[in-house]
């Protein structure tokens, strides 16, 4: 069966501090990433997605990257963060399977980041 | 342009009545794909159930049931017989095929409690 894991599970990081939120996804292969942001009692914001290694659209022009070394592995990063940088950051996988589209997409237990 | 509004932001109810949580959806699309969404006080979304636009056969499982009518362009959620476990955030999603077809938009959501 299919697993994903996100860590950290929560983060405090001084605003100006980098950072790097580490996914990877476990028995599937090609698999399409996601990152998504959620505010505060707020839906999901689409951050980036990927179809393949080294493939990666940004969906939000803001200070976070991400990139795809590894087939499974999805990182977002940040040279300096922001305040408004806080939130609840989940990373997801959808099979390759229909298309972007109709694929639904399981998610990770998510990392709870302050910006402080 | 995409867009889902679920307008029930919070639901009250007391366990063992049934409650129907509404998400309407704008697309100028044929082909999309709707999900509905659990995410539970833990925070990690799950996955509940994924719809095309050229299937409208409402569906149960369980003690959930969907309804799908692109007439109102609506796809409500219903759960019978709610349980405290039931209590979490759901959230309505919607995936075109023919425009940026890897944006997944997520409606607000609606928080539910169910009260023992």
């Known amino acids: 069966s299919q697993t994903i894991h996100q860590w950290p599970a929560t983060l405090v990081q001084p605003v100006g501090s980098p950072l790097s939120l580490e996914c990877t996804v476990e028995g599937t292969s090609n698999p399409n990433l996601y990152w998504y942001r959620q505010a505060a009692g707020r839906g999901l914001q689409l951050l980036f997605y990927s179809v393949g290694i080294g493939q990666i659209s940004s969906e939000v022009p803001q200070n976070l990257s991400a990139s795809r070394p590894q087939d499974r592995q999805f990182i977002l990063s940040s040279k300096k963060l922001l305040l408004s940088d806080s939130g609840f950051y989940l990373c997801?996988?959808?099979?390759?399977?229909?298309?972007?589209?109709?694929?639904?997409?399981?998610f990770g237990p998510g990392t709870r980041l302050t910006v402080t | 342009a995409q867009k889902v509004t679920q307008a029930q932001t919070e639901i009250s109810v007391v366990e063992k009545e049934d409650v129907t949580l509404d998400c309407v959806y704008e697309?100028?699309?044929?082909?999309?794909?709707l999900f509905w969404y659990k995410q539970p006080p833990s925070g990690e979304l799950v996955f509940l159930i994924r719809r095309n636009s050229f299937d409208e056969q409402n569906e149960i499982s369980g003690r959930y049931s969907w309804n799908f009518q692109k007439s109102t362009s609506s796809f409500n959620f219903t759960i019978t017989a709610s349980q405290v476990v039931d209590s979490a955030v759901y959230f309505c999603?919607?995936?075109?095929?023919?425009?940026?077809?890897?944006?997944?938009?997520f409606g607000a959501g609606t928080r539910l409690f169910v009260k023992a």
């Open positions: 997801a996988w959808s099979a390759t399977r229909g298309g972007l589209a109709g694929s639904e997409q399981y």
């Open positions: 999603a919607l995936s075109e095929a023919e425009t940026g077809g890897f944006k997944t938009i």
């Open positions: 697309t100028r699309d044929t082909t999309y794909y």
